[in-house]
C-alpha cells in the first residue's frame, strides 16, 4: 500500500466538497479516505436533506463508498470544508457519529485523522478515546 502524503489527501478532500449537496447550510464537507486493501483513496461529500437528521457526513459517505467495494481497512481520512469557490475554510472535527463509523473500519485504534487547517495530526484514539 502506498503512503499517501496528509497533504495529497487534504486536497483530494477539497476537490471531493465542491460535490456537497448542502442547500440548507451551505457548509461544503469534503473527506478523502485511505483504505489498505487496495491502497485506494474513497471520496465522499455531505448530502442534505431537508429532515436534517437524513443528513449524511462527508466522512460516511466515502466510508460506505469503500465498504461497498468490500474495503473495511481505513488507515487514514483527511476532512476539508470550502466555500462556493472551493477556497478552503476553517474545518470543524468530526462529529461523533462519524468517529464511530470510522472505528467500525478502522484497521486499528490508530488511523490518521486529517483535518485540513488544523496544525496537529490526530489518531482516532485521540478524539474518540472510548468507542463501543
Known amino acids: 500500500m502506498p503512503d499517501i502524503a496528509s497533504d495529497i489527501l487534504v486536497d483530494v478532500a477539497r476537490k471531493a466538497a465542491l460535490a456537497a449537496y448542502s442547500p440548507y447550510s451551505k457548509f461544503r464537507v469534503g473527506a478523502a479516505a485511505l483504505f489498505a486493501e487496495s491502497g485506494d483513496i474513497y471520496t465522499g461529500c455531505n448530502v442534505e436533506n431537508a429532515s436534517f437528521g437524513l443528513t449524511i457526513c ?11 467495494e468490500n474495503c473495511r481497512q481505513l488507515v487514514k481520512i483527511a476532512i476539508a470544508v470550502v ?12 462529529c461523533g457519529a462519524c468517529l464511530q463509523f470510522m472505528r467500525e473500519f478502522a484497521v486499528s485504534a490508530q488511523p490518521e485523522i486529517i483535518v485540513d ?6 489518531t482516532l484514539k485521540d478524539l474518540l478515546p472510548r468507542p463501543f
Open 83 to 94: 466555500d462556493a469557490n472551493g477556497l478552503p475554510q476553517v474545518a470543524v472535527m468530526p
Open 117 to 122: 487547517g488544523h496544525k496537529q495530526l490526530y
Open 58 to 68: 462527508a466522512e460516511r459517505v466515502a466510508i460506505c463508498k469503500a465498504a461497498s
